[in-house]
């Protein structure tokens, strides 16, 4: 089973409105963590946000915020006033710390256009 | 700030080649990990080691090998490459433990193309 699934392989916004970018994982493991990463053109993947399984309030950073839901295994990325430097591909990402240790599952990533 | 680098940005060889990809990493991190990028797919994990000469095999480690004889680097090593082979490479580095455990850094990437 896909352990990380993001259903949006392209999502377009306009400047300055909010955007949600969807990720639902599969674990069994009690203990884990989420991470959002965002990939410019450039190529480099940028660590924006992490939310541990145990962390009772959604984790924000700045305009991001992760919007967590334990119980339907959702963790969306939630962009405000979205910029044109957004436009990028947004991966979501998961570790298990008892089953995997160090290694971070990817989802397929969903694709992010800004429009003027 | 930490930084890691990737040798190489656009390799191009030819199938059956030997192909060799470097990551070095300056901030003493233990975890070490080299994922494949392809459209559609995401990031794949090939292997990743947490210490030297320590290595694991990640979801993917057909056709490739792996070198970590210095903590700060990580070598990639496609023994014989095949056109399946061509692909974004990333290296990522992270602490083993603490809160900087949670995050990988990652270098620009490593495009390869094989013909």
């Known amino acids: 089973a896909q352990k990380i699934t993001q259903t949006q392989p392209g999502m377009f916004v306009q400047e300055k409105e909010a955007v949600t970018l969807d990720c639902t994982y599969d674990t069994s493991d009690p203990s884990y963590g989420l991470f959002w990463y965002k990939q410019p053109s450039s190529g480099e993947m940028i660590f924006l946000i992490y939310q541990g399984s145990y962390d009772q309030q959604n984790a924000t950073e700045g305009r991001y915020s992760l919007n967590f839901q334990k119980a339907r295994k959702s963790a969306n990325l939630v962009i405000s006033a979205s910029q044109l430097g957004d436009s990028a591909m947004y991966f979501c990402?998961?570790?298990?710390?008892?089953?995997?240790?160090?290694?971070?599952?990817f989802g397929e990533g969903t694709q992010l256009t800004v429009n003027p | 700030d930490v930084k890691v680098t990737q040798s190489s940005r656009y390799l191009v060889k030819r199938t059956g080649e030997k192909v060799f990809l470097e990551c070095v990493q300056d901030?003493?991190?233990?975890?070490m990990f080299w994922y494949r990028q392809d459209p559609g797919l995401g990031l794949r994990l090939i292997y990743f080691?947490?210490?030297?000469?320590?290595?694991e095999k990640g979801d993917i480690p057909e056709g490739y090998s792996v070198s970590r004889e210095k903590k700060e680097r990580f070598s990639l090593i496609l023994e014989s490459a095949s056109t399946n082979q061509t692909s974004m490479y990333l290296c990522?580095?992270?602490?083993?433990?603490?809160?900087?455990?949670?995050?990988?850094?990652f270098g620009a990437g490593s495009r390869l193309t094989v013909l």
């Open positions: 990402a998961m570790r298990e710390w008892e089953t995997s240790g160090s290694r971070l599952t």
């Open positions: 990522a580095s992270s602490l083993l433990s603490g809160s900087g455990a949670n995050v990988l850094t």
């Open positions: 080691s947490y210490d030297v000469k320590m290595k």
């Open positions: 901030m003493d991190h233990e975890n």
